[in-house]
């Protein structure tokens, strides 16, 4: 079991930035390819960003491509997401995840993909 916890967000102004963070509280991230998601209220979940396990594959969602870096920190145990120039569409909960890989350069895209999960952190863009 893999518990994760999410940090970072808060409310910024439209064209801000925020870094969100994801800790994993017991055991080493390093073999599981790590995800984010966002969910609006009354939306599905949306994938916005996977890292491999190598971390040498990083895959960004088309719609925030140029705008949002992820990225993992395996001596402190930590995966997280830049996000710049940031939209008012850009308001969601943000979720952490994780799927524990035989493979050091696969990324996954669909939710149901992902093993465990954190408890979102919400991130508001005002205009």
């Known amino acids: 079991q893999v518990q994760l916890r999410e940090s970072g967000g808060g409310l910024v102004q439209v064209g801000g930035s925020l870094r969100i963070s994801c800790a994993a509280s017991a055991g080493a991230l390093n073999t599981y390819t790590i995800a984010w998601f966002r969910q609006v209220p009354g939306k599905e979940r949306e994938f916005v960003a996977a890292v491999s396990r190598s971390g040498d594959i990083k895959k960004i969602s088309w719609a925030m491509q140029g705008r949002f870096t992820i990225s993992r920190d395996s001596a402190k145990n930590t995966v997280s997401l830049q996000m710049n120039g940031l939209k008012p569409e850009d308001t969601a909960a943000y979720y952490c995840?994780?799927?524990?890989?035989?493979?050091?350069?696969?990324?996954?895209?669909?939710?149901?993909?992902?093993?465990?999960w954190g408890q979102g952190t919400q991130v508001t863009v005002s205009s």
């Open positions: 995840a994780v799927r524990q890989s035989p493979y050091q350069n696969a990324v996954w895209y669909d939710e149901s993909d992902y093993q465990f």
